[in-house]
């Protein structure tokens, strides 16, 4: 209850700091300081959960699954942009935790899709809605994937190592797997839809140039994805939300929402755990 405590008390610091950043002065000048103070919280509490992971095992190491966006996920070497009083330089999560623990302690996993709905809203403040998601641009990531899924036959997408040996023996898998670094070593347009989604603005506002490979380890590409949805009466997807609640015992289940995104303390779980994520 202690460790519990401290993660509430460093939340609300770290909350308090980030909206009163977001606050005051020019949003547009502070969005690298706000992006940062986000992920650096997010580190943060990283790190505090495996130090408490740990004292609870016997200095054994520890290991969490962090559920979070594309955004904050994928190692994205940090990016300098100029400001009104110079330069400020934007950092992620992923890349902040393999300067902290090393890159190969870090397994980041990427998720993509072509087309399909989505539930965001048209703006930051505004009710979240079901949104038809246009089909992703032609030359990006995402169309690529949509392609190899479609000649693959796999309708509903495919899932690709980024990190495959290319001196693997096996002729093919080789083949393959060149094949598949020199596609997604490329830079290309990736697409980002996190809280709010502007279909008619949408290559200014959602996508940025990226390296595949660089950014992921692994890809899960789903060809069309289906939106959350949230019935009149709080279900989603046919179970109430208090099924989501974190209701039992920390040994069978720990599970923090801190900041926007979900810590799984796999090493304590005696059994598979059903959660539900959030932006």
Request: net charge negative.
């Amino acid at each position: 209850e202690l460790f519990y405590a401290f993660q509430n008390a460093r939340a609300v610091v770290a909350g308090e700091a980030y909206f009163r950043r977001s606050a005051v002065g020019n949003q547009k000048q502070n969005a690298v300081d706000i992006w940062n103070l986000r992920d650096e919280a997010f580190l943060e509490n990283i790190q505090h959960t495996l130090a408490f992971l740990e004292r609870r095992q016997n200095e054994r190491p520890a290991h969490v699954a962090i559920w979070t966006h594309n955004s904050h996920a994928g190692d994205i070497c940090p990016r300098t942009v100029r400001v009104s009083n110079g330069y400020k330089t934007y950092n992620n999560l992923c890349h902040l935790s393999s300067q902290a623990f090393g890159g190969e302690s870090i397994y980041s996993i990427g998720m993509l899709t072509y087309n399909g709905s989505v539930r965001a809203s048209k703006e930051w403040g505004s009710p979240d809605q079901v949104m038809e998601l246009t089909p992703a641009f032609e030359g990006s990531h995402e169309y690529l994937l949509h392609t190899i899924s479609k000649s693959c036959r796999r309708e509903n997408g495919v899932g690709i190592d980024m990190n495959t040996d290319s001196n693997n023996s096996n002729s093919k898998h080789s083949s393959d797997a060149t094949a598949a670094q020199e596609l997604f070593g490329m830079d290309r347009v990736e697409r980002f839809v996190g809280v709010s989604y502007a279909p008619q603005t949408e290559l200014q506002s959602h996508y940025n140039v990226c390296n595949l490979r660089q950014q992921f380890d692994f890809v899960i590409h789903v060809d069309r994805s289906t939106a959350l949805r949230v019935d009149s009466a709080g279900k989603r997807n046919g179970k109430t939300m208090k099924d989501y609640s974190v209701s039992s015992p920390p040994r069978d289940r720990m599970l923090l929402d801190k900041y926007g995104f979900d810590i799984i303390y796999k090493d304590l779980l005696d059994s598979p755990v059903d959660t539900a994520t959030s932006e």
